[in-house]
Nanobody, 123 residues
Framework: QVQLVESGGGLVQPGGSLKLSCTASGIIFSINAMGWYRQAPGNQRELVAAITSGDNTDYADSVKGRFTISRDNAKNTVYLQMNSLKPEDTAVYYC?????????????????WGQGTQVTVSS
């Protein structure tokens, strides 16, 4: 089975930085898109940033210029560098990956999620 394990969350003051990491483990031949989502209390889960297997990236307007997503395909890992953090960035951050699986006569892509890591921006 495939698992996504996140790390790097924590408490940081406004204007500070954090770097999140997420590593996929299990039987993995390749990973399509990977991304980071977040969910604050009372809000729906929202896309923060995504990166394709070809390193094309997409960001929520609220984080453009402050957050950078990257990936290391050799390590099945995606990163989120978060700079100039604001209190409104406080949320649980979830890692996501689209991973294809293959059989002798079939293939399918499965969405996987990490368990979430808390990011709190507060003075």
């Amino acid at each position: 089975q495939v698992q996504l394990v996140e790390s790097g969350g924590g408490l940081v003051q406004p204007g500070g930085s954090l770097k999140l990491s997420c590593t996929a483990s299990g039987i993995i031949f390749s990973i399509n898109a990977m991304g980071w989502y977040r969910q604050a209390p009372g809000n729906q889960r929202e896309l923060v940033a995504a990166i394709t297997s070809g390193d094309n990236t997409d960001y929520a307007d609220s984080v453009k210029g402050r957050f950078t997503i990257s990936r290391d395909n050799a390590k099945n890992t995606v990163y989120l560098q978060m700079n100039s953090l604001k209190p409104e960035d406080t949320a649980v951050y979830y890692c996501h990956a689209d991973i294809p699986h293959y059989g002798s006569s079939w293939s399918k892509t499965v969405d996987y999620w990490g368990q979430g890591t808390q990011v709190t921006v507060s003075s």
